[in-house]
């Protein structure tokens, strides 16, 4: 229960002050780390009318992982014409309070990169640096909280050091921005992992960051967790 209660203050106090704030949950496989997550989006959810947005990584990005997969699907930019796809973006972007079509080319990329082989027909987007496309990423789930509270579970994050740049992002997004990240990771990645084990010590440096470690379940623990 402890676990659960310290992620329900920590979704309370982002909900209550209308700030970022991070959990980082680690635990050995089996632990129940994305049990856990699971209970307190879909909790959240029913009882608080909090949104929750899961991002999966895996450890070879495939058509249903990452940053790039998650937006492709929740924008829902693929099987039309790139006129069309942006046509969309800008609509629901607008409707989030992002006008600029800029911002809409350049998520469009991200979600739907262009082929290095076409010109985009000049609705294609670069970006100088890896941090100039996170911080449009960090801008548009910053505008999706403001409409209601959030919770963006970013899942098996050992597997992406870019998504730590995301929560720094988010972390040092001005007030009024009410989300709650939650990242999974496994012990053994961890550890195996200098990258991730340093993204993830300078992330936890910060003060609206902390970590929460599982051990193994036993078999009341497991059946506890369901429940």
Known sequence: ESERDRLWAALHRVASRSTAECVVIEGPAGSGTSALTEWLSVRADETSGVSWRRITH????????GLRSFLGWSLRVHHRSR?????????????IGMPHRDDAIALLEVARPTPLNQSGEGLSAHFESPEDR??????YFAALAAERPM????DDAHHDPESCGLVTRLLDHPPDVPILVVMTTATEAVHDST?????????QQRPPASQLVLQPLDADGSIALIR
Not at 195 to 203: G, Q, Y
Request: proline share 0%; no cysteine.
């Open 134 to 139: 996170v911080a449009l990423v960090g801008r």
């Open 83 to 95: 006129a069309d796809a942006l046509d969309a973006v800008h609509a629901h972007l607008k409707a």
């Open 195 to 203: 990258t991730i084990t340093d993204h993830l010590s300078d992330l």
């Open 58 to 65: 895996g450890a070879a990005t495939g058509a249903t992982d």
């Open 151 to 154: 919770i963006l579970w970013l």
